[in-house]
């Protein structure tokens, strides 16, 4: 058994394609016209072709149990890029208790898309202001073996 998608079902593909090229920068490589599979293996579907397949005009859009998780590198970059788009927020950015900065916004049908820092980023941010392996361990709840491939 092998996953091969994370699919959502969409009302407009094109506009649902545009956003997720304009704000993440993800790529279309498998065009089905109804169904189009982007970079990262995200696929999306057609609400009127889904109805079908699951024989059903119930889809409920907007319900706040599932989300799309993105890492960033770069992660005050994307913020300020993302600044230039008219995203609805889930919550502005906020840091977890292990470090992480992360921003949560929802896609044109109500997804949540989430975008954290690369937890490897975060790492090094700790290593970087000083603190030691072992403070950066505890502080982030990974095991030394993560913290010493972050200083390699």
């Not at 579907?45 to 409920?60: H, L, N, R, V, Y």
Request: aromatic fraction near 12%; hydrophobic fraction near 40%; charge should be neutral.
């Amino acid at each position: 058994m092998k996953l091969k998608n994370p699919m959502f079902v969409v009302k407009d593909i094109d506009k649902s394609v545009k956003f997720y090229q304009r704000v993440l920068g993800l790529r279309v490589v498998m065009d089905f016209g109804a169904n189009k599979t982007l970079t990262g293996g995200l696929a999306l579907q057609t609400s009127e072709t889904w109805k079908e397949f699951i024989a059903t005009d119930k889809i409920i859009f907007g319900n706040n149990a599932t989300e799309v998780y993105f890492e960033e590198d770069d992660f005050d970059t994307f913020i300020n890029r993302l600044k230039e788009y008219s995203v609805e927020y889930v919550h502005s950015v906020k840091e977890h208790s292990w470090g992480q900065r992360v921003v949560r916004f929802y896609d044109p049908d109500k997804h949540i898309i989430e975008v954290g820092e690369n937890m490897k980023v975060v790492c090094k941010r700790f290593l970087d202001s000083g603190m030691t392996p072992e403070q950066v361990a505890e502080r982030m709840y990974v095991p030394m073996k993560f913290v010493n491939a972050c200083m390699r």
